[in-house]
């Protein structure tokens, strides 16, 4: 979508993955709970609030580490110190791995995994919709690019999409990654620079993204806009926690599903 002059666009869209995209309440999320149960012997299952409330601390975006960590607090709840544990990371890692890919988790061709369970919350349409718009958009995922590769192009169909991911910048809320997919959008769709940028993300660690690059880039307006992933849609009471729990980091508004902000809406947001 090259131009030889400057496209003129309202705003950069950039998306979050992980409740944004795809469903992972029950991929990602119920790796995690195995895993977790797994080297706990057993002993401690963590239930979706458990992990809510765990990433509501805005610390652990990246689930490998959130496994780590639910199984390092289990411990210490009975009364044994981290370094007296011996948890191998690497083997967390591993065992997540061959719930979330399938025992063949470095080949795409043959994953059978909780990944190919994962419902999709966008249809293609709607990120054309946004290109008709001339709306720039990318993704900005703490997912492998492996995972994230297979969820935008084997399941959604996108060709080449701009995606930075958890092997390309440090985890959220370290504001790196969003910054380069704003400036490979910019260079690629040549567009004006300064323009206003949405970062769409179901946690507190996404809005906390948001907070951070403002920090940064002050000069630019930065809204970060929310999504209610289904897990958190289950009941009105969850669904208002959740609701406040990303108002409190400056989310702009709190939608139950992506396709929510179409031109008009995000029109309206660089408005106010």
């Known amino acids: 979508m090259t131009r030889s002059a400057a496209q003129v666009s309202p705003a950069i869209v950039v998306f979050d993955i992980d409740g944004v995209i795809r469903d992972v ?8 709970a195995d895993t977790v149960e797994s080297f706990t012997q057993g002993a401690f299952r963590p239930s979706p609030p458990d992990i809510d409330a765990l990433k509501t601390e805005g ?16 411990y210490e709840a009975q009364g044994q110190q981290r370094d007296q544990i011996g948890l191998d990371y690497e083997a967390v890692i591993t065992f997540f ?8 988790p470095d080949d795409s061709d043959h994953w059978t995994g909780y990944i190919c369970q994962e419902p999709l919350l966008v249809e293609f349409a709607y990120l054309e919709t ?6 720039a958009w990318g993704f900005f995922s ?3 690019r492996g995972s994230a590769s297979y969820i935008l192009e084997k399941r959604l ?10 092997e390309d910048a440090p985890g959220k809320p370290d504001p790196t990654g969003l910054l380069m997919v704003v400036q490979q959008l910019e260079e690629r769709d040549q567009l004006e620079s300064g323009m ?3 970062y769409v993300g179901d946690t507190v660690a996404d809005l906390q993204t948001v907070q951070q690059a403002r920090k940064q880039q002050p000069q630019r307006e930065w809204i970060g806009v929310g999504i209610l992933p289904p897990h958190a849609q289950q ?23 992506v396709e929510q902000l179409d031109p008009k809406m995000i029109q309206s947001l660089i408005r106010c």
């Open 25 to 32: 309440g029950g991929s990602y999320r119920l790796a995690l």
């Open 59 to 74: 610390l652990w975006n990246n689930d490998w580490e959130a496994s780590r960590e639910l199984i390092y607090r289990y």
């Open 97 to 104: 791995q061959s719930r979330y890919r399938g025992p063949n």
């Open 130 to 135: 946004l290109t008709q718009a001339q709306i």
């Open 142 to 144: 703490g997912a492998t």
């Open 157 to 166: 169909g996108l060709q080449a999409p701009i995606l930075v991911a958890m």
């Open 196 to 198: 206003p940028v949405i």
């Open 235 to 257: 009941s009105a009471e969850y669904a208002n926690t959740y609701t406040l729990n990303l108002q409190q980091v400056e989310a702009q508004i709190v939608l139950s599903n």
